[in-house]
Nanobody, 127 residues
Framework: VQLVESGGGLVQAGGSLRLSCAAS????????IGWFRQAPGKEREGVSC????????YYGDSVKGRFTISSDNAKNMMYLQMNSLKPEDTAVYYC?????????????????????WGQGTQVTVSS
């Protein structure tokens, strides 16, 4: 099983980036897939999740209205379109997949609920 992120980089505040996550060794069926981020000195934070079953989504409060998650199940790809970026969005972004990341129709955007992780891609937003 492998998850590989790409698309990170340096961008000015107000700019946009699109992150991609390529999955191999498993399919998205029966998995919740999502994006997390971790800034220096901070805990890993759930940013957004999507389910291959019904395309329902979750967004953290800090990114609602600015970030959009999507997936292409046929290609085993996941994306995160990030618009109106802010300096506080600076972090290493990770893609992840988990079978236990939803319960009772609600997402569990916590690291412990995800089984597979990518190596991360750095996003830096300058002011």
């Amino acid at each position: 099983v492998q998850l590989v992120e790409s698309g990170g980089g340096l961008v000015q505040a107000g700019g946009s980036l699109r992150l991609s996550c390529a999955a191999s060794g498993f399919t998205f069926d029966d998995y919740v897939i999502g994006w997390f981020r971790q800034a220096p000195g901070k805990e890993r934070e759930g940013v957004s999740c999507i389910s291959s079953r019904d395309d329902s989504t979750y967004y953290g409060d800090s990114v609602k209205g600015r970030f959009t998650i999507s997936s292409d199940n046929a290609k085993n790809m996941m994306y995160l379109q990030m618009n109106s970026l802010k300096p506080e969005d600076t972090a290493v972004y990770y893609c992840a997949a988990g079978r236990r990341a939803s319960y009772g129709g609600n997402y569990l955007p916590f690291p412990w609920a995800f089984d597979y992780w990518g190596q991360g891609t750095q996003v830096t937003v300058s002011s």
